[in-house]
């Protein structure tokens, strides 16, 4: 079964505005850890925001934040100001307390138009 | 600087022949894992060591071996055996004992069969 869904294969948004990059996952441990990582056309990996299921806040790095519904099991990314740079593919991972894999999703491609 | 870098970026193979791709880190991982991306898809784990000289496979590892003789090296080999190569490699690292486990890569390498 898959365990992380993200139902936008593309998106385009205008710079400046804010955008909203979906995903939810499947999980019956109660303790977990979402990620959101960032694949430039380069093909790097980068590490953008991290939420344990535990945490009492929604996660927040600069202009990245999650909108973390844990009943919902939805961990959405909110990227703020959206940027030309912030093109790019969106991965949204999970990875359950004790098992030391990661499991991706597909991802979103997001295009920023100026 | 700190950081996982991989080699080669590109890397072509004949029809029969093994190639190894390497990673190497000066973070003082504990952890390192090696992923296979097919076009448009997620990431897809091949194999992962957590300490030196101990490794296990991932959800695709036929056709793939792997050594951990030291703690900052885990090169991959695509066997001769792993009949539809073609695709990019990310490998990554993470050190043991931090909650997160967040997982940092390398720049890749892109594999192409000749």
């Known amino acids: 079964a898959q365990k992380i869904t993200q139902t936008q294969p593309g998106m385009f948004v205008q710079e400046k505005e804010a955008v909203t990059l979906d995903c939810t996952y499947d999980?019956?441990?109660?303790?977990?850890?979402l990620f959101w990582y960032k694949q430039p056309s380069s093909g790097e990996m980068i590490f953008l925001i991290y939420?344990?299921?535990?945490?009492?806040q929604n996660a927040t790095e600069g202009r990245y934040s999650l909108n973390f519904q844990k009943a919902r099991k939805s961990a959405n990314l909110v990227i703020s100001a959206s940027q030309l740079g912030d093109s790019a593919m969106y991965f949204c991972?999970?990875?359950?307390?004790?098992?030391?894999?990661?499991?991706f999703g597909k991802g979103t491609r997001l295009h920023i138009l100026p | 600087d700190g950081g996982i870098t991989q080699s080669p970026k590109y890397l072509f193979r004949k029809e029969g022949q093994n190639v190894t791709l390497s990673c190497e880190q000066n973070l003082n991982h504990d952890a390192m894992y090696w992923y296979r991306q097919d076009p448009g898809q997620g990431l897809r784990l091949i194999y992962y060591?957590?300490?030196?000289?101990?490794?296990q496979k991932g959800d695709i590892a036929e056709g793939y071996s792997v050594s951990r003789e030291k703690k900052e090296s885990f090169p991959l080999t695509v066997t001769s055996a792993q009949k539809n190569p073609t695709a990019f490699y990310l490998c990554a690292s993470r050190t043991q004992g931090s909650a997160k486990n967040i997982q940092y890569f390398g720049a890749g390498t892109r594999l192409s069969v000749l």
């Open positions: 939420q344990g299921s535990y945490d009492q």
């Open positions: 999980t019956s441990d109660p303790s977990y850890g």
């Open positions: 060591s957590q300490i030196v000289n101990d490794f």
């Open positions: 991972a999970m990875r359950e307390v004790g098992d030391d894999k990661i499991i």
